[in-house]
C-alpha cells in the first residue's frame, strides 16, 4: 500500500452543527482495519458553504486526498474512505 488516504472533517461552525460532529466519532463506525489505512483529522473551515448555492453542495464539507465532498453523512464517508483505501 502506497500512502495513507488523508480525511480531514471541517469543524466550521456550519459543519460541525450540521452534521460534522458526528463524523468526527468515526472510530464508532469505522472499523480498524480501515482507519489504519487513513490519516483522519478535524480541520479548520474550507470555506466551501460560501460556495453552496454555486454548487448545490450543502455542510458538512470533508476533503479526502485534497478532493472535497459535501453533503457528508456517516454512510457517505465510510464508503468513500473505503473506496479510496481500495483504488
Known amino acids: 500500500?502506497?500512502?495513507?488516504?488523508?480525511?480531514?472533517i471541517c469543524v466550521g461552525?456550519?459543519?460541525?452543527?450540521?452534521?460534522?460532529?458526528?463524523?468526527?466519532?468515526?472510530?464508532?463506525?469505522?472499523?480498524?482495519e480501515l482507519l489504519s489505512k487513513c490519516n483522519i483529522d478535524a480541520a479548520n473551515c474550507?470555506?466551501?458553504c460560501k460556495k453552496c448555492?454555486?454548487?448545490g453542495e450543502k455542510s458538512p464539507f470533508v476533503t479526502i486526498n485534497g478532493k472535497v465532498y459535501g453533503n457528508m453523512t456517516v454512510d457517505k464517508l465510510s464508503k468513500i474512505i473505503r473506496e479510496a483505501v481500495n483504488a
Open 1 to 8: 500500500m502506497a500512502d495513507k488516504v488523508d480525511v480531514k
Open 13 to 32: 461552525t456550519a459543519c460541525f452543527v450540521q452534521g460534522g460532529a458526528d463524523l468526527l466519532m468515526f472510530n464508532d463506525f469505522l472499523d480498524d
Open 46 to 48: 474550507f470555506e466551501e
Open 53 to 55: 448555492s454555486v454548487t
